[in-house]
Nanobody, 116 residues
Framework: QVQLVESGGGWVQPGGSLRLSCAAS????????MGWYRQAPGKERELVAV???????TYADSVKGRFTASRDNAKNTVSLQMNSLKSEDTAVYSC??????????WGQGTQVTVSS
């Protein structure tokens, strides 16, 4: 059984930084896309960043230049470095992995709160 375990969320002041990590446990070999999504209170879940199997990374316009996503294919991990955080970045962040045969797994989510 595959599980995605996230870590690194928490509270930070505006302008600060956080790094999120997501690791897959269980029997998972080749992955397709890996990425991060977020959902703020009262809003729909939205894409933050996604890395295709070939390495191409797509970011939401709202985080371009501030967030950097990375993946380690050998370890089946994906990370999100978040800099210059703003209050509007406050949300529950979830990682998502898609296997070679297009099975989708989600992490449980980790809270990121940006406030003074």
């Amino acid at each position: 059984q595959v599980q995605l375990v996230e870590s690194g969320g928490g509270w930070v002041q505006p302008g600060g930084s956080l790094r999120l990590s997501c690791a897959a446990s269980g029997s998972i070999t080749v992955t397709n896309a890996m990425g991060w999504y977020r959902q703020a209170p009262g809003k729909e879940r939205e894409l933050v960043a996604v890395i295709a199997s070939g390495g191409t990374t797509t970011y939401a316009d709202s985080v371009k230049g501030r967030f950097t996503a990375s993946r380690d294919n050998a370890k089946n991990t994906v990370s999100l470095q978040m800099n210059s955080l703003k209050s509007e970045d406050t949300a529950v962040y979830s990682c998502k992995m898609t296997t070679w045969n297009f099975i989708v797994y989600w992490g449980q989510g980790t809270q990121v709160t940006v406030s003074s």
